[in-house]
């Protein structure tokens, strides 16, 4: 009976999201599913086509393999980038040291901005071929190219802009850094272990349903980033569609050509990549995350 | 004591839940009553204010100098007109049309709308409102001509009044033709003379100039049209394309030359600095003397910069000029569903006629097309107007007598045309292939034209 008080009271809790999902979310989601067997102009009404924007997709759109081939590029890059220095900062934020509360702020402050379109537009300036990156390299006797204009380099700025927004997955390491119990270290170091054994052999294994957490959200937050290369290509992706992440190439298509079934049909293509990613990270985690009290 | 604790957070859930509903509430309301438009809120601002304020929200693109006079132009109409007031929303180019259609689509588009070449597009689609009721009366076109009415009259019904004369052009800095003492072209000048003329300006001026932006990349298409105009071909007619595989090929092989011999902006310094965006341009640093605009542009970019700018022919070709006869190129719409249709007609008619509007407005959005208007601006007219009137008057005369016909899917085939242009510029590409992927594009954006 007390079981089910506590679940109940767990329902309770999630009612909000419920019911905002039900009242907010799911007409959209299921008038994307019909308009992605329509041909929509947003102009006129809808027409039934079937599955014709789903057989184009997989025969007859480079661009779009161009954009998932980006996209994938992106989120390889990123995530593993994103993670290991919010991991690294938070470990150096853990050493106990003075105004601890002042240096998490500061830290979390590019989380708050990076998101926004003023930041994407200083990060069009910082790697442009006059930035003060270039003029940091300059300083090594490195002649920098336009980061930003060369598709040679331009997803590597997009990528460095999503590794700087690393304070929120860095705060939530700092939690779980917090939670491993002080007693491991002590015994581990009377029993004469390094910093790195400690590290290896105490804070990862704890870590892991942390990192399981921030791998997963990070990830998919990843495959739907957008307004990063709306800004800094200027709305088209380019150049040469180097940044033409996923999200970017559905705006175009839905609002810019006017072929909105043909976008709402995109939008499912990516919610089974991305559920495919995120099913193969809860397959692969008990093979690698650790968790310390005693369930399975 | 865990009873106590079940409680409280039942209580907290409930909370919640309370504040959830509230606010998705609210979310409600403000949503449908955007969505509807002005009707509902319309309504109820009419039914409680006794004055009967009518509210028209307004939009257009353009740089900043035309958004200060339009918003001068608008704050006058309102004190002419003390029961009407304008909300204006105004942006860059960029992203102007996705923003509108999302509007279109949502039925809460602006009661006024600045439309370009495409309004046929936007007629089609029923997006906008039919002007005729009120010719005559509240809209008066008498000093139009003819053929300044005919581009946006469908089926007898008249969608939209045109905002100004203009045509495409080259924009140049006598500045730096001057420094480089390069003798400026006459208006029969060829590609050859072009070359020249780019070559000596990237030599003379040194390191990070360039004589001429390439016109083979980026998004603007007429550099092409009016090179397959002049050598005998069209981008489009009729649901067709009317060029082959080899006039592409000529075309970005021209500009591959002229590449490697210095004269073309690199593509890195293209993207980085785009020249339809004014701020940017580097026409206006000095850097840069030659690029493809529209040719009442001219003021936003001359109002940046000390150099002196001009307007320049395109080269002729084997058949002489590739100019076709300049074109109403903005035109002043009202949304199909607006609640007050002659409101709108009014100050559509305020914009085109009224003497201390114009002399606001100058020519901005290109020539004023009534007669009147025009000899009061020409009386008082700044040196930059005339450029414009000595270069739109230039093209009428050399025009080819062709009937120009824009390309139906104007937007993919600027995206289609900049990603090809690149991929040449970049080296990602050869022209072959290049070339061959930018056939089977077109080809099937006339397909998908055809459809609709």
């Known amino acids: ?296 | 004591m865990s009873n106590k604790k079940a409680i409280a957070m039942l209580l907290l859930a409930l909370m919640m839940l309370i504040a959830a509903c509230g606010s998705g509430k609210n979310n409600a309301q403000d949503s449908s009553s955007s969505s509807a438009g002005s009707s509902p809120s319309g309504s109820s601002a009419t039914s409680s204010a006794p004055a009967e304020t009518i509210e028209l929200r307004m939009t257009w693109w353009g740089s900043d100098a035309r958004h200060e006079k339009t918003l001068k132009v608008i704050e006058l109409f309102e004190q002419k007109n003390p029961g009407i007031k304008i909300t204006p929303e105004y942006s860059g180019f960029d992203g102007y049309f996705d923003k509108l259609n999302t509007q279109i689509a949502a039925g809460n588009a602006p009661d006024l709308i600045q439309m370009g070449g495409n309004i046929r597009e936007y007629i089609d689609k029923n997006a906008l409102l039919d002007l005729s009721p009120y010719v005559g009366n509240v809209l008066n076109l008498e000093d139009f001509s003819e053929g300044l009415l005919k581009k946006a009259t469908v089926d007898n019904k008249f969608y939209g009044v045109t905002l100004g004369v203009s045509t495409f052009g080259l924009l140049y800095n006598a500045t730096m033709f001057e420094k480089a003492g390069v003798p400026l072209p006459s208006e029969n000048w060829t590609y050859e003379d072009f070359k020249n003329a780019a070559v000596t300006i990237s030599r003379k001026l040194g390191p990070g100039h360039y004589g001429t932006y390439d016109l083979s990349s980026g998004n603007n298409t007429s550099g092409l049209s009016t090179f397959l105009l002049s050598n005998g071909k069209e981008l489009y007619r009729d649901g067709d394309r009317r060029f082959d595989r080899q006039d592409m090929i000529d075309w970005f092989t021209l500009w591959d030359d002229m590449r490697k011999a210095g004269a073309v902006t690199p593509p890195d310094v293209m993207v980085a600095n785009p020249p339809g965006e004014i701020d940017k341009s580097l026409i206006v640093q000095g850097k840069v003397a030659i690029q493809a605009a529209a040719a009442s542009q001219i003021y936003g970019f001359q109002e940046l910069t000390q150099d002196k700018l001009g307007l320049l022919v395109f080269p002729v070709g084997s058949k002489g000029s590739g100019h076709v006869t300049p074109d109403p190129g903005q035109y002043m719409t009202g949304y199909a569903k607006t609640e007050h249709p002659e409101a709108v007609a009014k100050f559509i008619n305020f914009m085109v006629n009224d003497p201390d509007a114009a002399l606001i407005l100058g020519n901005d959005r290109g020539v004023p097309p009534s007669g009147k208007i025009r000899d009061l601006l020409a009386a008082q007219s700044t040196p930059t107007d005339k450029v414009l009137y000595d270069f739109v008057s230039t093209v009428s005369r050399i025009a080819s007598d062709v009937d120009y016909q824009q390309f139906p899917l104007d937007n993919e085939l600027l995206k289609l045309y900049q990603v090809t242009g690149e991929k040449i510029a970049f080296g990602a590409q050869s022209i072959d292939a290049a070339v061959d992927e930018f056939m089977t594009e077109i080809d099937k954006l006339i397909v998908k034209a055809k459809a609709q």
Do not use: C, H
């Open chain 1, 1 to 296: 009976m007390q079981k089910y008080k506590t679940y109940a009271a767990g329902y309770l809790f999630l009612l909000p999201w419920l019911l905002g999902f039900a009242l907010l979310y799911m007409g959209p989601i299921f008038a994307s599913l019909y308009l992605s067997f329509t041909s929509y102009d947003l102009l006129t009404a809808p027409k039934w086509i079937g599955w014709a924007n789903y057989r184009t997709m997989f025969t007859d759109d480079y661009r779009l393999a161009d954009s998932v081939n980006v996209t994938f590029q992106y989120v390889f890059l990123s995530v593993p980038f994103r993670l290991a220095f919010a991991l690294g900062l938070a470990l150096l934020l853990n050493q106990g040291m003075k105004l601890l509360g002042l240096y998490r702020t500061i830290y979390y402050i590019p989380s708050l901005l990076g998101g926004s379109v003023a930041i994407s537009v200083l990060w069009r300036q910082v790697f442009s071929k006059e930035g003060i990156f270039n003029d940091a390299l300059g300083l090594l006797g490195i002649s920098g190219p336009n980061w930003i204009a060369d598709p040679k380099y331009a997803i590597f700025s997009l990528v460095g802009l999503s590794v700087w927004q690393f304070g929120a997955v860095m705060i939530i390491f700092l939690a779980g850094l917090k939670q491993i119990p002080q007693e491991f270290y002590e015994a581990a170091t009377v029993d004469g272990a390094g910093a790195f054994r400690r590290f290896w052999r105490i804070t990862l294994p704890l870590l892991t349903p942390v990192i399981f957490f921030n791998l997963t959200i990070t990830l998919i937050q990843s495959f739907q980033t957008f307004t990063k290369a709306f800004i800094i290509s200027g709305g088209n992706g380019g150049p040469i569609n180097s940044t033409l992440l996923y999200s970017l190439y559905l705006y175009i298509k839905g609002f810019s050509f006017l072929e909105m079934g043909y976008a709402s049909a995109m939008a499912w293509l990516l919610l089974v990549i991305v559920a495919t990613m995120t099913a193969l990270m809860f397959l692969s985690s008990r093979y690698w995350v650790f968790y310390s009290d005693g369930r399975d």
